[in-house]
């Protein structure tokens, strides 16, 4: 059974950052592409980042991209979402992902195969 675990999230100020982490584990993890979307209240949940399986390329949505970064630790089966100049748009249920598609296609919750709990990030003003 595949479990996403993500940690990290928190309150904090405008301007300033946070790392959220996702461990894995009942997959490959080193295979697949994982990805972090987002969920403000009131909102669809949307796509923020994607690593590639190789942590050689990655995808931003527009709305984060020069702000957050991603990476992956394949030996460690995790993946991390750096989030700096944080904006309170940011303020929203971060969940970790897992897909077998590429990070092109993994723009969207129809191509998510798997699903964290979520990890709650506030932004104040």
């Known amino acids: 059974q595949v479990q996403l675990v993500e940690s990290g999230g928190g309150l904090v100020q405008a301007g300033g950052s946070l790392r959220l982490s996702c461990v894995a584990s009942g997959r490959t993890f080193s295979t697949y592409t994982m990805g972090w979307f987002r969920q403000a209240p009131g909102k669809e949940r949307e796509f923020v980042a994607a690593v590639r399986w190789s942590g050689s390329s990655t995808y931003f949505a527009p709305s984060v991209k020069g702000r957050f970064t991603i990476s992956r630790d394949n030996a460690k089966n995790t993946v991390y979402l750096q989030m700096n100049s944080l904006r309170p748009e940011d303020t929203a249920v971060y969940y970790c992902?897992?897909?077998?598609?590429?990070?092109?296609?993994?723009?969207?919750?129809?191509?998510?195969?798997?699903w964290g709990q979520g990890t709650q990030v506030t932004v104040s003003s």
């Open positions: 992902a897992t897909s077998h598609w590429d990070i092109g296609q993994v723009t969207t919750t129809l191509k998510v195969d798997y």
